[in-house]
């Protein structure tokens, strides 16, 4: 006992327990428990040995040997089993591949925890009454001369005491609620269709769609793409459990009902790391005022979480038209299918923006769909440059004249000024409007991005492409886009090692088997490289495959199977298609520098798309000295 009558709980034969603390984490070594905010986070149990081992040597090296000696101790292991755990335990705090805010590995050594730890000694604190302390303890603990009424009276005092003890706590507690940290992130999951209806599927995803670009116009939000919510479409995972995957303070759920002319969107916010309801409402109307409806859906969560809205992002959100329902319903399948991506369901999605234009010819959106239909088509080798271009750029046109304001259409202008346009100021600033316009636009920063590497400007690239992960994070396409960024970045062990993750996930991805071909060449692993090749081709023969395969043949000697290659990208050339860069590159593989010149000037009087990689093609280093190359890249806008 002390000299102020109080008892500690802990004694030196109980010394206190370490809790550690840092960021939303906290660590209870005595429960042998993770918590993000307080909620449990899974982890196996080797894995939370090594977060310890990390946490008491903080801001130190630990060796490889030092933790399998303090995790496994004389157990024979190899040394996968502690890269893996250690990935494991990388998940769980929600590191990404190549960002590592808690755990640095340094190669050759071992791995160093970096995050800022504060260490709170649990169990230190002081209490009146020592816990186990029975009754009659008490009775004997009584000074000499107190009658049984005082004690009584002390005892009524006690009672009085911890009743408003509980009462300051759960005051306290309510205070924390109204005390809450903001919310900076939200995924919108996919709404579901009420209608009894199947065919109504798709106009329920295209109303989350609608709320999730509304949501992102709002710039101190971080709003989770369509692509990476989509997966929990009738998903039966929890909503903390899904918040962790998508690393979000907050989600919107709800659903859509649609009889007749008449829809019912009904929408409720979640606080997920407190299960609290900050708001629920339906909103009932018209179908041809569905987009009204949205936006109040919009600005009713966005004052919920009180986020503050500039003047411009208020007006956007209020900026609803009314549209005809067939139209809208016409677009909305048009966005579902422009979303796959195949050579066919993206001539599918023309055909449906081409319908909703027709029957609403005042409908921006419809006309940004158009333009980004044409462009993805483009990209895609689906449709001739020469013919897709000039489509996609008067529709971003003709949509910007409706609503300047349409983040999309500034995009999609963005790709036609600098791949087809060769302007890359102009693409630069329509990109920088499409980003001020909405923050929140996986696909501005990702193309953005990959300009950005294009131009050899890496790191910026880097950023932009990883803005975009974090927006869409099970985005296939966005997670090559970084490897591909590294890859070019000459930065090929990075490259490999996403690469091989992307792939281990997805195998049937063509580009991904091309791109590790790619990294492996460059580790002079030839044969291995020339199979990867030949799986991607397997899945399609996309011409920049048969361009780098074409030049891994020629620099490895095998001139009869390059030039095979050579003629079938001339097979495949037309009136409206040519494949000049491709067969440039597999030219100077093997030492033709003339030929490989004339085709390089021929792509840009086709004006091929493929002539922004020449900045950073390895595949033409060769050539960079040579004085037509410099004055090719000045004529293309691409000299530094």
């Not at 409720?268 to 909103?283: F, G, I, M, P």
């Not at 549209?323 to 993206?346: C, F, N």
């Not at 990075?494 to 990294?519: C, G, K, M």
Request: proline share 5%.
């Amino acid at each position: 006992m002390q000299a102020d009558g109080k008892v500690r709980k802990n004694s030196e034969s109980n010394p206190p327990e370490p809790f550690y603390e840092f960021s939303p984490f906290q660590v209870d070594p005595l429960k042998r428990i993770l918590l993000r905010d307080g909620q449990p986070v899974p982890l196996t149990g080797k894995a939370f040995d090594i977060l310890l081992m990390l946490l008491e040597a903080r801001g130190e090296t630990l060796t490889k040997d030092q933790l399998m000696d303090g995790v496994w101790g004389n157990t024979v292991v190899e040394e996968g089993n502690l890269s893996r755990n250690v990935s494991t335990l990388r998940k769980a705090l929600g590191e990404s591949p190549d960002e590592h805010q808690y755990i640095v590995t340094l190669p050759g050594l071992g791995y160093r925890f970096v995050a800022k730890v504060r260490e709170v000694q649990k169990g230190a604190e002081e209490a009146d009454i020592p816990p186990g302390l029975e009754p009659q303890a008490l009775l004997e603990l009584r000074p000499q001369g107190l009658t049984r009424r005082t004690l009584a009276l002390l005892a009524g005092t006690l009672v009085v005491a911890l009743t408003l003890a509980l009462v300051v706590a759960r005051w306290y507690k309510l205070l924390g609620q109204r005390t809450a940290p903001p919310i900076r992130s939200l995924a919108v999951l996919p709404l579901e269709n009420l209608s009894g209806d199947p065919s109504q599927d798709c106009f329920a995803d295209g109303i989350t769609d609608e709320l999730i670009t509304d949501l992102a116009q709002v710039g101190a939000l971080r709003v989770v793409s369509h692509t990476s919510v989509m997966r929990y479409k009738s998903s039966r995972k929890a909503l903390p459990e899904i918040a962790r995957e998508l690393k979000v303070d907050a989600v919107v759920e709800g659903s859509v009902s649609r009889f007749g002319e008449e829809v019912r969107i009904r929408a409720q916010l979640v606080r997920v790391a407190t299960d609290a309801h900050l708001w629920a409402q339906s909103y009932e109307g018209n179908v041809k005022d569905v987009m009204t409806l949205q936006s109040r859906v919009a600005s009713a969560i966005a004052r919920a979480i009180q986020v503050e809205l500039t003047s411009a992002q208020q007006a956007r959100l209020n900026l609803a038209r009314a549209v005809d329902p067939a139209a809208h319903e016409a677009y909305l399948k048009g966005r579902y299918l422009w979303r796959q991506r195949t050579a066919e369901s993206l001539k599918q999605s023309l055909d449906r923006f081409e319908q909703a234009i027709q029957k609403d010819p005042g409908y921006a959106e419809a006309y940004a769909g158009l333009a980004d239909a044409y462009t993805v088509m483009v990209v895609n080798d689906h449709v001739a440059e020469r013919v897709g271009m000039p489509q996609a750029e008067a529709a971003a046109q003709k949509a910007l004249s409706l609503d300047d304001t349409l983040a999309e259409a500034h995009t999609s202008l963005a790709v036609v000024k600098f791949d087809f346009d060769r302007d890359p100021v102009s693409a630069e600033r329509e990109f920088r409007t499409a980003l001020n316009l909405d923050p929140g636009y996986a696909t501005a920063h990702h193309w953005y991005g990959m300009m950005l590497m294009w131009l050899g400007r890496f790191q910026q690239a880097s950023e932009q492409i990883q803005q975009a992960h974090d927006l869409d994070p099970f985005s296939l396409g966005i997670t090559v886009a970084l490897a591909s960024n590294y890859y070019f970045w000459r930065r090929y062990e990075d490259s490999l090692a996403l690469t091989r993750e992307v792939q281990a996930a997805n195998p049937s991805f063509y580009i991904v088997h091309s791109l590790l071909a790619l990294n492996l060449a460059k580790k002079g692993m030839t044969e291995a490289a020339i199979s990867e090749f030949e799986k991607s081709l397997a899945l399609e023969r996309h011409p920049y495959t048969l361009m780098w395969l074409g030049n891994l043949y020629a620099i490895s000697g095998r001139r009869q199977q390059a030039l095979l290659l050579v003629e079938e990208l001339a097979r495949r050339s037309g009136p409206n298609q040519s494949y000049a860069y491709p067969t440039a590159v597999i030219w100077a593989g093997l030492g033709e520098f003339d030929k490989a010149l004339d085709l390089l000037d021929k792509a840009f009087e086709q004006r091929e798309t493929d002539l922004t990689m020449m900045k950073v093609e390895p595949c033409l280093d060769r050539l960079r000295p040579n004085p037509r190359f410099q004055r090719l890249m000045r004529r293309l806008g691409l000299a530094s």
